[in-house]
């Protein structure tokens, strides 16, 4: 999904950014050393995966990954899970903190017992260790290659000056398959931490009660996407073992285990519904949403993917009037209060989308970029009596999640609005500094710190952003 599919407006609900701050400067995903579910990410090595941000469905996939990640014996405030804005089906881990799911699986996914089960892969992945494994097979393969390399083209030289001509045209055949065979050896050893990830996460679905029959379902559709391509192809050539294989793995795995028929709770279907909803309506066109949700599907899914296409269209009052019926239909719903305040906010009217945007933060107080939008309606007031509350929410957002660029943009122009400038000068260093802008991020740093009073936590912050260097690329 491109990034011109989402709104530009300056909401942290729906927002897709290119990682980059505090603990993803300079790290770029390379391809070849990411394990994934499906296939490897393609993903320039130097460049940065966008991710998109929205409370809803980030604490979804948090609540499907926390009894897998205690059944793995992973810390879950130690990894990370982003959101990739791709429409294809895809999830994998970069490193042993970050985990990321694409869009297009959780659209595709009919149950949550669907997206358990990638998740259930991935972190099999991490809890095996797999990508320093695949780091170390890499290196030594290539020291491998290189010595067949080298002796090819050792051969090359010795054939042309001694006039042997059968070993010189042998030469590039001997780099060839040196070359050939460590990356034989790199796919091999892949594939085999692909089946291996396989067998523990249907362990870690038996562990946590879980039926093993939504991975059967993944992998048999996945399955039939590549049955075409797939025919004819060498399987020592692949970094997956062939989908049917782990169809077959998985589904003899999967009836023998004693949850095989076990459904996810209504509940939870319903959650999971409701974000494949939202998903379709920020992704898709308009056109698109009414084909999937028809004005026939009355469900609660189908009314909230049509309302967010009218806002998204530009019809604001007919939009809140679709958003008002969905919180008449569930008041307890946070992220439809939210929705409406969204709507207001970038329509043009922040002070409706405040009383909303309250509500949301009072049904889920614990959720940063729900306080952070809040927080950004309060200031866009530039009514001095609700500065005081949004530096408040945007402070509490903040602290539980740091890097939004546009959380800090906004506690800036907050602190400058009560003309507190060396609060709003070191707001705007952290902003920068989230957004890897480190040599900005020092001026506007070193100019709060000479305002604040030495040894206070501002002044402390501060300086920990003035000595920060970045860790070398090398």
Known sequence: MPATS???SPDTAWKVRPIVGRRWVGRALAA?????????????????????????????????????????????????????????????????????????????????????????????????????????????????????????????????????????????????????????????????????????????????????????????RLANQVLLSARGADPYVQSHPLPADRVRTVAALASASKFQGKKDSADLQQRHDLVRAKLAGFTLTPQQVGRRYPQSDNSLPARYARAIAAYRSGALDPAINRIDELIRADPDNPFFWELKGQALLEGGRPANAVAPLAEAVALRPTSGLLRILYGQALVATERRDNIELAVKNLTVGLQMDPDVPVGWRTLARGFALID?????????????????NFGEAKIHARRAQERLKTGTPAWLRADDILTYRPPSSR
């Open 6 to 8: 989402v709104p530009s």
């Open 32 to 220: 070849g050393l990411a394990a994934s579910f499906a296939i490897p990410p393609p993903v320039a090595v130097a460049a940065n995966v966008n991710i998109v941000r929205d409370a809803e469905t980030e604490a979804l996939i948090q609540d499907y990954a926390a009894p897998i990640f205690k059944a793995a014996g992973i810390q879950g405030r130690d990894v990370q899970i982003f959101l990739v804005p791709d429409d294809r089906f895809n999830a994998f881990v970069a490193d042993a903190s970050r985990m990321f799911i694409n869009t297009g699986a959780i659209m595709t996914a009919e149950t949550p017992n669907e997206v358990i089960g990638v998740l259930a892969h991935e972190a099999a992945h991490l809890a095996h260790g797999d990508l320093a494994g695949i780091r170390n097979s890499i290196a030594n393969s290539t020291t491998a290659a290189l010595i067949g390399a080298m002796l090819g083209v050792g051969a090359v030289i010795a054939g042309s000056s001694a006039g042997l001509k059968g070993l010189g045209q042998a030469g590039p055949g001997i780099v060839a398959g040196s070359m050939h065979a460590a990356q034989r050896n790199v796919l091999a050893y892949a594939r085999a931490q692909e089946a291996a990830a396989d067998r523990t996460a249907m362990d870690y679905l038996a562990a946590t009660g879980q039926s093993g029959q939504g991975m059967v379902t993944v992998l048999e």
């Open 420 to 436: 507190n400038l060396p609060r709003a000068e070191l707001a705007t260093a952290e902003g920068l500094f989230v957004l890897g």
